[in-house]
């Protein structure tokens, strides 16, 4: 069945960089789309990048703008996002589905969603 994996997450101090990955399975990643989300408990799944089928169109939210670079692997499977300038708000759970890339990023849209991984930002 159609699977989405994340990994990368981690502690990181304020300013720092992290890389998550998004790994595929059963599916052929080049014919769809693919979205980033984070959730904080008690908020709802925020929308914050994602990459479009073919073209590689990108759109990114507000927040993680200029800091934040989506990629796609297809030979390998994996999307990746880039995460630079780290801040404390940064932290969450961050998820990647399938689905497909419009503006704004809205998780209902998306499907297959992964269990996340964590991204702490902390001194």
């Known amino acids: 069945q159609v699977q989405l994996v994340e990994s990368g997450g981690g502690l990181v101090q304020p300013g720092g960089s992290l890389r998550l990955s998004c790994a595929v399975s059963?599916?052929?990643?080049?014919?769809?789309?693919i979205g980033w989300f984070r959730q904080v408990p008690g908020k709802e799944r925020e929308g914050i990048s994602c990459?479009?089928?073919?073209?590689?169109?990108?759109y990114y939210a507000d927040p993680v703008k200029g800091r934040f670079t989506i990629s796609r692997d297809n030979a390998n499977n994996t999307v990746y996002l880039q995460m630079n300038s780290l801040k404390l708000e940064d932290t969450a759970r961050y998820f990647c589905?399938?689905?497909?890339?419009?503006?704004?990023?809205?998780?209902?849209?998306?499907?297959?969603w992964g269990q996340g991984t964590q991204v702490t930002v902390s001194p």
């Open positions: 589905a399938r689905g497909p890339c419009v503006f704004p990023i809205l998780p209902i849209i998306y499907e297959n």
């Open positions: 059963k599916f052929t990643l080049s014919y769809y789309g």
């Open positions: 990459i479009s089928a073919g073209i590689d169109r990108t």
